[in-house]
């Protein structure tokens, strides 16, 4: 067995073969594995180009991003040996140069410059990306690092709790509950004519765990930052097996979103499905008395003041590397 045990794969689009998310899973190898998914920015990058089949640029963006990924995991043999210790901040040095030089060459093989999308908000193939490599590091230790450009996120799942260790590109730093009152617009996406950076960050676990990339059709729809793990944990525990698992992901997420979705999930360390649920199974006893009932409460008064004081309950773990 690798280093993951298996993965589960949402991507749905809202209107078909209109959609703008892309997911990528690369779980094959001994060594390291890795998953990401990428949204691509409809609104600059809405002009379609003919020579893709009238793809949007954006639609474009998110694919070519996903196989210049692989193309970087698998060219690099990390399945097999892993990054050899690479500096994280390296790795988001050599995806920032590919995907740039690669982004540029499709750029180049386009049509000219259309006045009518044209100005200041239009951008060629932009796309958000949220990527988790993981690697063994060590008996019984993985290294897990994430990489990001815009409000898609990347997330560390221990038994303890979801830890979310992207922060979103929007201006002003809006935090994960606030972005859900108002639409915050994006600093930095991945495109082929304006320069952007790949954020990083770097953790261990020396016990099974959980890594996860989403859109924010997975998490926006949502009345709370919070329901997300709720619905990870809930589900996980009911379903009977990993595919039951993702088809209750898969539905219960589309009952709410009002875009494209997409989650990858990628379960690393475990032996089986059972172990799994039973390690998950305390957290979810807890998280219904801590969170889920007053939350419904909450909710139901429409208390915001209440609201937000769980919020910052539950932050000072969700986001424990925040200052």
């Known amino acids: 067995m690798g ?22 899973r690369l779980t094959y190898g001994e060594r390291a594995g890795m998953i990401a998914c990428m949204d691509g920015c409809g609104g600059s990058g809405a002009r379609r180009y003919p020579q893709f089949g009238d793809w949007t640029g954006a639609r474009i963006s998110a694919r070519l991003i996903g196989n210049t990924l692989a193309d970087w995991f698998q060219a690099g043999g990390m399945d097999a040996r892993g990054t050899g210790d690479a500096a994280p901040e390296a790795l988001a040095g050599q995806l920032q140069s590919l995907l740039s030089s690669r982004l540029k060459e499709v750029k180049a093989q386009i049509s000219p410059e259309d006045t009518a999308f044209s100005g200041r908000m239009s951008k060629t193939l932009p796309s958000t990306l949220a990527a988790v490599l993981v690697e063994a590091a060590g008996r019984n230790r993985c290294r897990i690092c994430s990489f990001w450009a815009g409000d898609s996120r990347t997330y560390f799942f221990p038994a303890s709790g979801l830890r979310q260790t992207s922060r979103d590109d929007i201006r002003g730093g809006a935090d994960p509950f606030d972005s859900l009152i108002g639409d915050g617009i994006l600093s930095n996406v991945v495109s082929a004519d ?38 990870l944990l809930d589900t996980l525990i009911s379903a009977q097996t990993p595919l039951d698992w993702e088809n209750a992901l898969r539905e219960e997420i589309g009952a709410v979103a009002g875009d494209d979705y997409t989650l990858q999930l990628a379960v690393v360390g475990f032996s089986n499905f059972r172990a799994l649920q039973t390690a998950y199974t305390p957290r979810r006893e807890y998280f219904r008395t801590r969170f889920t009932q007053p939350l419904c409460q909450i909710l139901k008064e429409n208390d915001l003041a209440g609201h937000r004081a769980l919020w910052m309950a539950y932050k000072q773990d969700y986001m424990a590397e925040e200052a």
């Open 3 to 24: 280093i993951i045990t298996f993965t589960l794969s949402v991507c749905e689009e809202k209107r078909a073969q209109k959609g703008e998310d892309a997911p990528l």
């Open 194 to 231: 304006s320069d952007f950076r790949i954020n990083w960050a770097e953790t261990f676990s020396l016990e099974p765990c959980m890594v996860l990339t989403a859109t924010d059709g997975c998490f926006s729809y949502f009345p709370s930052p919070m329901h997300l793990e709720e619905l």
